[in-house]
């Protein structure tokens, strides 16, 4: 029998706040797995923990108690130099807002983590082409984000979240401003990614009509995990 190696997977993850004496358990003891190429979303009503969730697979946050397990290493364990390694080497971020820088060009912006990352240029320029034929963008490299349409935006920010040829890209809401054609696209092509790429996908959403093209779907309530129906059905075409 062969073993799919998890690539990420947590353990009984909790995570509390306090404020002043009240305790707000936003996250309780959630267990999930996520496999090589495997598209996951996460639905849940607002405050129900998906950005904590998101936050604390990132190792941008803490957990109060459990663990996140990437690459069958704990996490919380490692240097603060070592998860700030592996988040800019394993882990690619897309955000509801997009967050491009509004002077770069999207072929700058594409390119801006290989240049954080001491690439050398003509290696940046072939990756950075290769990212926005991917998202289907080639013919908009020289626009500014403000010459692009909302959908056209979260594009190039997703060309900037697979640049450095990542395992996992992290999305809170990556489909909230949009409407629901550029929403069905976007999701479409991380479903393309994961197909053709084997890249994994863990992206938060609020529009169910999207989670017919997730492998999984996970739910939260109250900061819970329950699996939904489908969840167990790889999907492929
Ligand atoms: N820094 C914080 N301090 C205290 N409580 C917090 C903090 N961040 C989040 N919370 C609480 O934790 C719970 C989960 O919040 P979270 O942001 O993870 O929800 P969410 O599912 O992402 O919601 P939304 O769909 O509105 O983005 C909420 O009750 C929220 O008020
Ligand atoms: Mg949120």
Redesign the pocket.
């Given at each position: 029998m062969t073993r799919v190696q998890r690539l990420l997977a947590t353990v009984d993850l909790t995570?509390s706040?306090?404020?002043g004496s009240q305790e707000?358990?936003?996250?309780r003891q959630v267990n999930m797995n996520v496999l090589p190429g495997q598209f996951i979303a996460v639905v849940?009503?607002?405050?129900?923990?998906?950005?904590?969730?998101?936050?604390l697979l990132a190792g941008l946050d803490k957990p109060s108690s459990g663990q996140v397990i990437l690459e069958e290493k704990d996490v919380a364990a490692m240097s603060e130099d070592a998860r700030t390694r592996l988040r800019r080497t394993k882990l690619g971020f897309v955000f509801q807002s997009f967050g491009l820088l509004p002077l770069l060009s999207a072929f700058e912006n594409v390119e801006l983590p290989l240049r954080i990352a001491g690439v050398k240029p003509k290696e940046r320029e072939q990756r950075a082409k290769d990212a926005l034929q991917m998202v289907g963008l080639t013919r908009r490299s020289h626009h500014r984000p403000y010459e692009l349409s909302g959908g056209e935006q979260q594009r190039i920010a997703i060309a900037r979240a697979i640049v450095h040829h990542p395992s996992l890209i992290l999305a809170?809401?990556p489909t909230g401003e949009l409407d629901s054609v550029n929403a069905r696209s976007i999701f479409g092509l991380f479903k393309e990614m994961v197909r053709n790429q084997g890249i994994s996908v863990v992206a938060?959403t609020?529009d169910s009509t999207l989670l017919a093209m997730a492998d999984q779907v996970l739910e939260?309530h109250?900061?819970k995990l329950s699996t939904r129906e489908r969840e167990s059905h790889r999907y492929r075409d």
């Open positions: 995570r706040y306090r404020l707000i358990t936003a996250l849940g009503r607002s405050g129900s923990g998906k950005t904590t969730l998101l936050n809170d809401e938060a609020h939260l109250d900061g």
